[in-house]
Antibody, heavy 117, light 110 residues
């Protein structure tokens, strides 16, 4: 079964850090570029970051540039998002999603990140 | 504020047809980047409904259709069903090298 499963979300204090993971199965992970997308409470979807299949090309939204780092381990079929200097504005459900051209064809169910003191 | 503009909400009775618009600019939709549409139900990950402006993945009913013209795109849903009640998002790519989404449209089936 084609599947993406996110983990690592939780409650973190402002200024803190958190590392999200996404486990892929059922498809050739190392052939696919990947994304992180988030949805803050009551808001729409916001693209966060993308990484090419060999990690050669990495892109970030302006809102997270310099604070978040995307990475992947193709040997372990895993995608990661290291998040730092977190603020309340980073509170959201974080989804990993695979790229097919410029659209996202496989999505996980998300992991919730809450930034609060 | 989202880069792509969608109406916050649309509604229709069962069996009717509704259309959701997605307005962009010369740096995304107007730059000839494709538009894609997603359906998002609470508690689930988004699901692609339409890719590359007008193509449906297998398993998506032909009640869903997409089109693009100039700097805008449209999602049409015909023969509305109660199960279509969801949030719908358009998405494209921008010349600033970022993936961009619309703000989402809440569809209510009356």
């Amino acid at each position: 079964e084609v599947q993406l499963v996110e983990s690592g979300g939780g409650l973190v204090k402002p200024g803190g850090s958190l590392r999200l993971s996404c486990a892929a199965s059922g498809f050739a992970f190392d052939d696919i570029s990947m994304n992180w997308v988030r949805q803050a409470p009551g808001k729409g979807l916001e693209w966060v970051s993308s990484i090419s299949r060999s990690s050669d090309y990495i892109f970030y939204a302006d809102s997270v540039k310099g604070r978040f780092t995307i990475s992947r381990d193709n040997a372990k079929n895993s995608l990661f998002l290291q998040m730092g200097s977190l603020s309340a504005e980073d509170t959201a459900v974080y989804y990993c999603a695979s790229n097919e051209g410029y659209y996202m064809n496989i999505w996980g169910k998300g992991t919730t990140v809450t930034v609060s003191s | 504020q989202s880069v792509l503009t969608q109406p916050p909400s649309v509604s229709g009775a069962p069996g009717q047809r509704v259309t959701i618009s997605c307005s962009g600019s010369s740096s995304n939709i107007g730059a000839d980047y494709d538009v894609h549409w997603y359906q998002h139900l609470p508690g689930a990950g988004p699901r692609v409904l339409i890719f590359r402006n007008s193509y449906r993945p297998s398993g998506v009913p032909d009640r869903f259709s997409g089109s693009k013209s100039g700097t805008s795109a449209f999602l049409a849903i015909s023969g509305l069903q109660a199960e279509d009640e969801a949030e719908y998002y358009c998405q494209s790519f921008d010349t600033s090298l970022r993936w961009v989404f619309g703000g989402g449209t809440r569809l209510t089936v009356l």
